[in-house]
């Protein structure tokens, strides 16, 4: 699966995208928290936008999904930074 960074993220990451091997389908909480466990910035990331309550979003194939959403070894996760505007 291919998981994709974008903005703020992608700066962070010095990376535009990262491939990761999936043995069975999993959530996309578990794909999060994997790349917690894994990447020490996305840790440090993921833990602030939760401390703030301001979920990340994530898109499979172009649609947003909610966490709880079923990934396959085919998909393209994008994750992208909570928008801030007004």
Do not use: C, H, Q
């Amino acid at each position: 699966m291919k998981v994709r960074f974008f903005g703020i993220l992608k700066d962070f990451s010095k990376i535009e995208s990262v491939e990761v091997g999936l043995e069975e389908p999993i959530r996309v909480k578990e794909l999060l928290n994997f790349l917690a466990d894994k990447l020490n910035w996305f840790n440090d990331f993921l833990t602030r936008t939760e401390e703030a309550d301001i979920p990340i979003i994530v898109l499979v194939n172009d649609s947003i999904v909610s966490e709880d959403y079923i990934l396959k070894e085919e998909d393209v996760v994008t994750l992208l930074p909570p928008a801030a505007g007004g």
